[in-house]
């Protein structure tokens, strides 16, 4: 067959997503500071797009009731656009679209203030200030430099010396290098200055930081605590693995102690921090606004878009009279104007879905999740996306972007979309409960039991069934560990 190109006609379907679904998908999917920005952002670069005014709205639509709904149309809260519509961009910018009654000013008139640090001190700038304190020589500091480099935020060192030797003694050969000095005899550091640096850095505060495993680090905690000679110390010292696996009748027996005294050093060394450098590391605060606010009133579960502080659009008028004036523009004006204006006209119109697509879907979350509401986790329902789905005609994908990331003010605390969702299990009487129920339940039982005769997970599994809760032995296993709860055997006190 002779190759070449021919021209045919074929009908068929095929799915296409417009650029506009996409960043409706996108805006569904914002969390509400996210969200705040995309729109800040459209405002600058789209001229159709102005911030309402509540009260020249108001006259606007008495005045001219021939506006379109679209035009008319108020989304979200924002300060408002100055005198003939002129907007003062600088305030808007500087006070990132805080409005008055908005949350600024419901900061401002709270009693009740939490204490957000100022700011975080890292532990290697806790380390080296340290470090500045100490006589050493210009050489040991240069070592001392590399063992902090070297810890990590957790407080180990997280390289063995031969690894901070080979690092630190190619540094001085390259750099004897770059001087033409290669050829000469270079003072290398030796693993008798490791060691000493070592030792320097593991008398640093915090207590165990330069540890190279657990042993170590707890090693190091008491001896700053004067118990190294204790019994916990010689506990962690000699009797590590029977430590960790809780075998205190073995260690008693070894010492020619009671069990008692074994638990009681053990309780001693529980004490201890795991990971010291954690108290120094400077961590991120993060900050949650909820999306949404679930109140009780007149017995009533209420529903509200915590959108405050989202600026509040409509179609500029000044534009929209240049856009009238069809005559006037032609070609690439003409089409730049035509885009636009559909632009802020559909992002106005998504801005409104959005919000009436997360108040359908939190709607049936309170109504399903009552009984939560009232009396607390243990009576959460399972919920999955697809019953929400299926309840507010939508599709599973869409439900999932509503409530990633998002977050709702209840009654119950400031709580993440995603907590209402989990698995459930049957009851005897045909109803259903939520698998964070059942987890809820398992840690009170664990936290009333008999320390010197915990509950196994046998038992806990018969004590649910008499509540009538259907679960397997390694179902229960799976929710202990997902607790961070220990087996029977090791929370046996003695």
Same mark, same amino acid.
């Given at each position: ?138 050489r040991q500091l240069m070592l001392a430099e590399e063992f902090i480099g070297n810890i990590g935020d957790d407080g180990y060192l997280s390289a063995s010396l031969d690894q901070i030797l080979e690092s630190i003694n190619d540094q001085i050969a390259k750099a004897a290098e770059k ?71 073995? @260690? $008693?027996?070894? !010492? +020619? ?10 309780? *001693?060394?529980?004490?201890?921090? &795991? ?11 993060n900050y949650v606004i909820p999306d949404m606010v679930v109140e009780k009133i007149d017995g009533v579960y209420l529903v509200f878009i915590n959108d405050g502080n989202l600026p509040r659009l409509r179609l500029s008028k000044v534009y929209q009279e240049i856009a009238r004036d ?61 019953? @929400? $789905?299926?309840? !507010? +005609? ?10 990633? *990331?998002?977050?709702?003010?209840? &009654? ?83």
């Amino acid at each position: 067959m002779k190759a070449g190109l021919s021209q045919s006609v074929r009908l068929g379907q095929e799915l296409k997503i417009n650029p506009r679904l996409y960043q409706a998908m996108d805006m569904l999917y914002m969390p509400l500071l996210d969200l705040q920005q995309h729109l800040k952002q459209e405002l600058l670069t789209n001229p159709f797009l102005d911030l309402s005014d509540d009260e020249n709205d108001d006259e606007d639509v008495d005045g001219d009731p021939a506006e379109s709904d679209a035009e008319q149309e108020i989304l979200v809260e924002s300060p408002a656009a100055t005198t003939d519509d002129e907007t003062d961009w600088e305030a808007i910018l500087l006070n990132g679209f805080e409005t008055e009654g908005g949350m600024q000013d419901q900061r401002d008139n709270s009693e009740q203030f939490e204490a957000v640090p100022v700011g975080t001190e890292r532990l290697d700038d806790h380390l080296r200030e340290q470090i500045q304190m100490l006589e050493l020589t210009p050489r040991q500091l240069m070592l001392a430099e590399e063992f902090i480099g070297n810890i990590g935020d957790d407080g180990y060192l997280s390289a063995s010396l031969d690894q901070i030797l080979e690092s630190i003694n190619d540094q001085i050969a390259k750099a004897a290098e770059k001087e033409g000095r290669d050829h000469e005899t270079l003072p290398f550091y030796t693993i008798d200055e490791a060691n000493a640096m070592l030792e320097v850095v593991q008398h640093l505060d915090p207590a165990g930081t330069g540890a190279r495993d657990l042993q170590e680090c707890l090693l190091l905690q008491l001896r700053d605590a004067g118990r190294e000679a204790a019994l916990p110390g010689r506990m962690v010292r000699e009797f590590f693995d029977e430590l960790v696996a809780h075998r205190w009748a073995d @260690v $008693a027996r070894k !010492v +020619g102690i009671s069990a008692a005294e074994v638990q009681e050093a053990a309780d *001693e060394i529980a004490k201890l921090n &795991p990971k010291p450098g954690l108290l120094k590391s400077g961590g991120s605060d993060n900050y949650v606004i909820p999306d949404m606010v679930v109140e009780k009133i007149d017995g009533v579960y209420l529903v509200f878009i915590n959108d405050g502080n989202l600026p509040r659009l409509r179609l500029s008028k000044v534009y929209q009279e240049i856009a009238r004036d069809k005559k006037r523009f032609e070609g690439e004006n003409k089409e730049f104007i035509t885009n636009k204006l559909n632009a802020a006209q559909w992002l106005i119109q998504a801005i409104e879905q959005r919000r009436q697509t997360m108040l359908k879907v939190m709607h049936f979350i309170v109504d399903r999740q009552r009984e939560f509401f009232e009396k607390g986790v243990t009576f959460l329902k399972p919920l999955t996306l697809r019953e @929400v $789905a299926d309840a !507010v +005609g939508m599709h599973e994908s869409t439900i999932s972007r509503v409530t990633n *990331e998002k977050y709702a003010q209840t &009654p119950r605390g400031v709580l993440p979309l995603k907590y209402f969702f989990s698995s459930g299990l049957s009851k005897a009487d045909g109803d259903d409960v939520s698998a964070r129920g059942i987890k809820a339940t398992i840690d009170k039982l664990v936290g009333d039991e008999n320390p010197k005769n915990p509950l196994t997970d046998q038992a806990i599994v018969e004590i649910l069934e008499r509540d009538g809760v259907q679960i397997a032995r390694r179902t229960v296993a799976k929710y202990r560990d997902q607790l961070g709860v220990l087996s029977a055997r090791m929370r046996k006190r003695v």
